[in-house]
Structure formats: structure tokens, C-alpha cells
């Protein structure tokens, strides 16, 4: 069966932190991919997306992804996080021809200031 | 902003029971999906409506049902609620297409006692 895995359930990181958050997903086809982030009290929001063309990508906030298709990931990078990065990190992958997402568990990121 | 809204945003029920989750999607949006989210898990898929029909169904039973009005709205039905259906019901809105970014309400949570 299809599947998401994020690596990380919790991550604690102190203000200036550089951050990756780990995502691979199950399928050899053609996939689109996503990171929706839920900050506390409000609504899973996109972060960032890949269809195709550059495998690296850049999103709101200063995050970026990179797809990495012989790795089946897509891992989530941020340089320097900032307190207000603390929330909940979900990758979900959209597999071709299919119009469902498949989602991650989710990592519940923590900022330290 | 007309974002996606979701109603009740709480709800309590006894096994067995009916229940109905009402969501407006987004303003110029025409597919909503619809997510069932536990405890600790990323969401699930349960279905897609687009053009007031059911245009995909992940692996729900059919006591899940669901449906779309003419002004893009759409209602989730659960029948027969199990322990089991406790959870966050996310609505999603989006523009057709498998690859278009989904818009999130801030869910209903229902609680099955």
C-alpha cells in the first residue's frame, strides 16, 4: 500500500537552529508532494509544494524542500528557525492519477527561545 | 477571507447515533474532500466530491456518506457511530484537479461516547 513515513514525532530546537525534517513515501511513480504546517490553534495550512521541474523548492517563512526521487523523500530544510516556527509539520504525498492525499504522522516541532 | 468554514465545531454522540458535518469551501473553490484525523495521526482520506458527485472514496465504510449542493457546499454523514469514529473531520476545499493545493477548515472534533 501506498505510505508516508516522517521520521521524527517530536523535535525540540532551540532560536537559531538549523532544521530537517524527514519524509519518504512508498510509491516508484509519479508523485506530487506537499508540507502543510498546523501552527497552534489554527488550520493545516500549505507550506510548500512540488510537481516537477527544479527538485528544490521554496515555500513561505524561509523553508525549503528537496525531492530526492532515487530516495523517495522529500526532506524539509529551514536554515535558522525562529520561535514562531513552533508547530505541527505533516508531509503528504499526492500519488498519480489519484486525487487523495496520503499523509505523513505529522512532527510536532518545538522551538526553544 | 472567505475561508473554508466547518460546523458544529464540537459534537458528542452516543454509539450507534447519526451524525451530519456540514463545510462551505472556499470562496471560487468547486471540490471539497474530506479528512478524518485521530489522535497523534495525520489525516485519512474519505472521500472527494466534485460537480455533486463522489469523484473518489479511500478506504471508509459505507456508513460514511456524504454529499455536495449545487453552491459547492458539502455535508459528511456518519451512521451507526462506532467508539471508533472519534476524531478531527477536516473539510478541504480545492480547485478540480489532482495537483491543486487544498484549503483547510479548522475541522470538527466529534467525540463518540
Known amino acids: 500500500a501506498q505510505s508516508v513515513s516522517q521520521h521524527n514525532h517530536h523535535v525540540i530546537l532551540s532560536e537559531a537552529a538549523s532544521l530537517e525534517l524527514g519524509c519518504n513515501y512508498s510509491?516508484?511513480?509519479?508523485?506530487?508532494l506537499f508540507w502543510y504546517v498546523q501552527y497552534p490553534g489554527q488550520h493545516l495550512q500549505l507550506l510548500l509544494k512540488?510537481?516537477?521541474?527544479d527538485p528544490l523548492v521554496k515555500g513561505i517563512k524561509g523553508f525549503e524542500a528537496e525531492f530526492i526521487k532515487s530516495k523517495f523523500s522529500f526532506n524539509l530544510r529551514k536554515p535558522s528557525v525562529q520561535w514562531s516556527d513552533t508547530a505541527e509539520y505533516f508531509c503528504?504525498?499526492?500519488?498519480?492519477?489519484?486525487?487523495?492525499?496520503?499523509w505523513g504522522a505529522g512532527t510536532k516541532l518545538i522551538i526553544k527561545p | 477571507d472567505a475561508g473554508v468554514t466547518q460546523s458544529p465545531t464540537h459534537l458528542i454522540k452516543t454509539r450507534g447515533q447519526q451524525v451530519t458535518l456540514r463545510c462551505s469551501p472556499k470562496?471560487?473553490?468547486?471540490?471539497v474532500s474530506w479528512y478524518q484525523q485521530a489522535l497523534g495521526q495525520g489525516p485519512q482520506f474519505i472521500f472527494q466530491?466534485?460537480?455533486?458527485?463522489?469523484?473518489q472514496r479511500g478506504n471508509f465504510p459505507d456508513r460514511f456518506s456524504g454529499h455536495q449542493f449545487p453552491n459547492y457546499s458539502s455535508e459528511l454523514n456518519v451512521n451507526a457511530l462506532l467508539l471508533g469514529d472519534s476524531a478531527l473531520y477536516l473539510c478541504?476545499?480545492?480547485?478540480?484537479?489532482?495537483?491543486?493545493?487544498?484549503?483547510f477548515g479548522n475541522g470538527t472534533r466529534l467525540t463518540v461516547t
Open positions: 510509491y516508484g511513480g509519479t508523485v506530487n
Open positions: 470562496s471560487g473553490h468547486d471540490t
Open positions: 503528504a504525498v499526492n500519488f498519480h492519477s489519484n486525487y487523495q492525499l496520503i
Open positions: 512540488y510537481f516537477s521541474g
Open positions: 478541504a476545499s480545492s480547485l478540480q484537479g489532482n495537483n491543486s493545493p487544498l484549503h
Open positions: 466530491y466534485y460537480e455533486e458527485e463522489e469523484r
